[in-house]
C-alpha cells in the first residue's frame, strides 16, 4: 500500500518561509494530478495549489504570487514552496496525488504568528 509523507511543516513568523515536502512510498502509475490543500480549524479543507498532469499549474488566489508547486516525477515527491506567509495561512496542509485512486498525505501543521 503507498503512502504519502508529508514533512516542513512548523512554526514561522509573519513573513517567513517554509517549504512543504511529500513523498510516495512506491511507485503511482499513471498520475493525472499532484497537489496541495490546507484545512483550518472550522473550515473545510480547500485547494492550495495543483499540478494537473499536462496542463498549467492552478493555485488559489489566496496564495498566487506567494507559493510555488513542484514535483519530480522520477521520485513521485511533490513540493510547496511557501513565501510571505500570512497568519491566515496557518492550517493543516495535506498532499495529494490523484492516479487510480486518491492518495491522501497525513498532513502537517502549518502555523504562522503575527
Known amino acids: 500500500q503507498v503512502q504519502l509523507v508529508e514533512s516542513g511543516g512548523g512554526l514561522v513568523q509573519a513573513g517567513g518561509s517554509l517549504r512543504l515536502s511529500c513523498a510516495a512510498s512506491?511507485?503511482?502509475?499513471?498520475?493525472?494530478?499532484m497537489g496541495w490543500y490546507r484545512q483550518a480549524p472550522g473550515r473545510q479543507r480547500e485547494l492550495v495549489a495543483i499540478i494537473p498532469n499536462g496542463k498549467r499549474t492552478n493555485y488559489a488566489d489566496s496564495v498566487k504570487g506567494r507559493f510555488t508547486i513542484s514535483s519530480d516525477n522520477v521520485k513521485t515527491t511533490v513540493y510547496l514552496q511557501m513565501s510571505s506567509l500570512k497568519p491566515e495561512d496557518t492550517a493543516v496542509y495535506y498532499c495529494n496525488i490523484v492516479a487510480s485512486r486518491s492518495y491522501w498525505g497525513q498532513g502537517t501543521q502549518v502555523t504562522v504568528s503575527s
Open positions: 512506491g511507485t503511482i502509475f499513471s498520475i493525472a494530478s
